[in-house]
């Protein structure tokens, strides 16, 4: 019996698939046992085609391959290099276990590529089960950003036959290529940026609270709301923020291009987090994931380690915004359904937008409100009291004056954006601000007496939570970050509790 490994897919993780063959003796047959999808069963004249246009004649055998382990579900065409190379080579002592083998077949033998093969490539890394592998020729560019994999790339199903027979031999197509962006290293870790603003803040006129509350959004990846009449900005501000958040590591970036393989979307490896923006007709599943039989990812898995956008947000549905409750506290999001549970990773930034009232002018100087009172409260109690607990920073927008004029430019705030950064990783510290847990709160987020006396004042005035209290201390400590002081101080905490939704 012979084995190679390959991959598929167990919610967003890889599963590694053992395909095991045997030939023995009986009614010539060609079968494929093990939980296989329509498409591998296809594979089977694929895997015909490709052996006879390659000179290979099938023995007169019953040939039966086994997908292990055989109680889990398996799909996909990267199935088809692995298939026909355990049957070209069943005859050979060599083993080849320590193998992993990649690859679509055309009808002539030649390799393809397949748009999955990425972030399985991907996440087998990530959980260092593969050291070498053979993929198609075509995904090697991009396959070589994966650290820690020797990539052996084959053009045809003969070039990985010829491989496998002088596997002593052989040597990795290629290196592993660099993240070619500039960069910083604290504590032996990298971390990448990129300058490049396709729409800038300074075309941003006025509203100079709004974009000061965006800058500490960015700074400590704090959750933000913009309420204002219609045109003052909001979704102007929002669409900006992405590319002024943080730098990321060489994990975020290959984290980053996992997603948009995912979405069908091409890798760019570029240092810019992904910016989610679903319509607000967008449904529950939709937006987190799901499906009957195969749980997919959503809007929120897909805004991992990015921003997830809200425009209109009274205008989502209660079940979309309750149950966004669990993710923006937790970071991750659960699906349950009859045939699988999956759990995602959805560390996103969330980032609302909304009108004061539903004609939208309550907030207006010039022009007149027609709403109802009950109509105003109606529209505001679409949002609960413990999804807006979990807003970090809520912002009034000004109404848009003739005399307003320009004042950072992205580049000027992403600047800030980064020192900040580089402040908060040289004091140890791993998460952002908005995302410490209680003990890292603790540590980092330390108070003087006067920033304390004010925060008790605070706590019972404004009836604060404790879940409130903990983000007023991580909104105050991002704000110290940017004036670089080790300390949070009176001016801190005052700026922080400014922005705490009445």
Not at 85 to 99: E, G, H, Y
Not at 155 to 172: F, G, R
Not at 397 to 407: C, I, L, N, P
Request: hydrophobic share 35%; with cysteine; net charge neutral.
């Amino acid at each position: 019996m012979k084995k190679v490994s390959c991959a598929t897919y167990e919610g967003l993780n890889a599963k590694v698939v053992h395909v095991e063959s045997t030939l023995t003796k009986g009614l010539p047959s060609f079968s494929v046992v093990g939980m296989a999808s329509t498409s591998i069963n296809e594979s089977k004249e694929r895997v015909k085609s490709a052996l006879l246009s390659n000179d290979f004649s099938f023995p007169p055998k019953r040939i039966t391959l086994s997908l292990a382990p055989s109680d889990e579900k398996k799909e996909g065409s990267q199935f088809d290099l692995s298939i026909a190379l355990m049957i070209a080579l069943n005859t050979m002592d060599d083993d080849f276990s320590d193998w992993f083998v990649f690859g679509e077949l055309g009808l002539d033998g030649a390799v393809k590529e397949n748009n999955k093969l990425y972030p399985l490539m991907l996440s087998l890394a990530n959980q260092k089960l593969v050291q070498k592998a053979i993929v198609p020729y075509a995904s090697l560019d991009k396959l070589s950003k994966i650290p820690n994999i020797e990539f052996y790339g084959v053009k045809t199903l003969k070039e990985a036959i010829d491989l496998l027979k002088n596997q002593t031999t052989v040597s990795p197509s290629i290196k592993q290529s660099s993240i070619d962006y500039p960069s910083y290293k604290i504590k032996d870790e990298e971390y990448y940026y990129i300058k490049e603003y396709e729409d800038d803040f300074v075309d941003v006129k006025g509203q100079e609270v709004a974009k000061r509350a965006a800058l500490i959004s960015a700074s400590g990846f704090h959750n933000i709301l913009f309420e204002g009449s219609p045109g003052c900005g909001k979704s102007m501000i929002a669409k900006r923020l992405k590319y002024i958040l943080p730098p990321m590591s060489s994990d975020d970036i290959l984290d980053v291009a996992k997603l948009q393989a995912l979405d069908y979307v091409e890798p760019d490896f570029k240092p810019h987090r992904n910016m989610r923006s679903p319509h607000h007709s967008s449904t529950l599943a939709s937006v987190f994931g799901g499906g009957s039989f195969k749980a997919q990812i959503g809007e929120v898995g897909l805004a991992h380690r990015g921003i997830l956008f809200f425009d209109e947000l009274p205008h989502f549905s209660k079940n979309v915004l309750e149950a966004l409750r669990e993710p923006m506290q937790d970071g991750k999001i659960r699906i349950s359904r009859v045939n699988s549970k999956v759990e995602y990773p959805a560390d996103f930034l969330f980032v609302g937008a909304m009108n004061p009232c539903p004609c939208g002018n309550l907030l207006n100087e010039f022009r007149e409100c027609r709403c109802s009172e009950l109509e105003i409260q109606r529209y505001k109690n679409r949002l609960s009291d413990p999804f807006l607990d979990r807003i970090d920073l809520s912002v009034s927008m000004q109404s848009v004056d003739v005399e307003d004029k320009a004042s950072y430019t992205s580049k000027e705030l992403h600047k800030m954006v980064v020192q900040s950064h580089i402040f908060a990783k040289k004091r140890g510290q791993k998460s952002f601000n908005a995302k410490l847990n209680d003990r890292e709160i603790e540590r980092f987020c330390v108070l003087d007496d006067e920033a304390q006396n004010t925060l008790d004042i605070a706590i019972g005035r404004f009836d604060l939570s404790f879940r409130g209290i903990k983000k007023v201390q991580k909104v105050g400590r991002t704000i110290a970050d940017l004036d670089s002081c080790d300390v949070i101080g009176k001016k801190h905490i005052l700026e922080a509790l400014s922005y705490r939704r009445r």
